[in-house]
């Protein structure tokens, strides 16, 4: 059976912070396989699929999903949306983990699986701890991730998700999710937003300065870090010097800058070698 390679994005090593630290990798979101096949030879480091028009995290047809693993996971490193933890289900999840399983010794490596945390935490329960973590059910929404962490562990690799804008999301506040990464096996962690469009990202919701020190101690702990939330360019130019692991996109780098419109491919390759400009340029600074 083939080995799948390790998950570090380029030459980076977990936990590396190094003044020189260059590996900022690139996560480019698609909605179909079409997507999938314009970007394939652009030169981004991770594929991801999802269903934009059911959310942050929305999750595609899982035909869809199934074709997606077999048809790219040789090739290329994967990822994909499974909607919202809330909404999870049993029966999908299983068909798309034994697929996995099939098509374990072609992959090119364990595919990154992600759910948000989106109506897990009362609205309540932030007016008397800015910092909730309680679940509005009987189960803590920690339990039920790491319950959703031993059920995919063996052929992906799970991520935990925190959204900056939890008071609207209804979702762990992001110190909780960090804290509990720290503490858990999950070994990346993504930081979103829940609500797309109306002009909002990730900056306009987190400082850059609360970034940095999440980011340093989440490398600390062998955990590495992507970044979302509708980023610009300009943006990740200021994100670069926190040396998070990957930038996730995917309203930039569509038509008109639409998440629902179509990926424009030429506006992939151009981030792209935006991003080899900022690696070399840094490399002889």
Not at 93 to 99: A, D, F, G, S, V
Not at 161 to 167: K, M, R
Not at 223 to 251: K, Y
Request: glycine content about 6%.
């Amino acid at each position: 059976m083939k080995e799948l390679l390790p998950l570090s994005p380029g030459n980076s090593s977990p936990g590396n912070s190094s003044p020189g630290y260059t590996s900022s990798g690139l996560l480019v979101s698609v909605k179909n396989l079409a997507e999938a096949e314009m970007i394939c030879s652009c030169g981004v480091d991770i594929i991801d699929l999802k269903n934009p028009e059911n959310g942050s995290l929305g999750r595609a047809e899982t035909a869809v999903i199934l074709q997606f693993l077999e048809r790219f996971g040789a090739d290329h490193s994967l990822s994909f949306a499974l909607g919202e933890l809330v909404d999870a289900d049993e029966s999908t999840e299983t068909l798309i983990l034994e697929k996995m399983k099939l098509c374990h010794g072609v992959l090119r490596q364990k595919p990154f699986v992600k759910y948000g945390l989106s109506k897990l935490v009362s609205p309540l329960d932030f007016v008397t701890n800015p910092h909730a973590g309680v679940c509005t059910g009987t189960v803590r929404w920690q339990d039920r991730l790491l319950s959703k962490f031993q059920f995919w562990q063996d052929y992906s690799e799970p991520v935990l998700v925190g959204y900056a804008d939890h008071l609207v999301a209804n979702s762990p506040a992001l110190p909780e999710v960090v804290r509990f990464a720290c503490e858990s096996p999950f070994r990346v962690v993504l930081i979103d937003t829940w609500k797309k469009g109306g002009g909002r990202s990730l900056l306009d919701l987190v400082k850059i300065d609360r970034l940095r020190s999440w980011i340093d101690l989440l490398h600390q702990n062998n955990i590495r870090i992507a970044l979302a939330g509708s980023l610009t360019l300009a943006q990740i130019r200021e994100l670069w010097p926190l040396q998070l692991d990957w930038f996730a996109l995917r309203g930039a780098l569509c038509q008109s800058e639409q998440r629902n419109n179509q990926l424009d491919p030429q506006k992939v390759r151009e981030l792209v070698q935006h991003l080899q400009l900022l690696k070399s340029s840094q490399n002889f600074s």
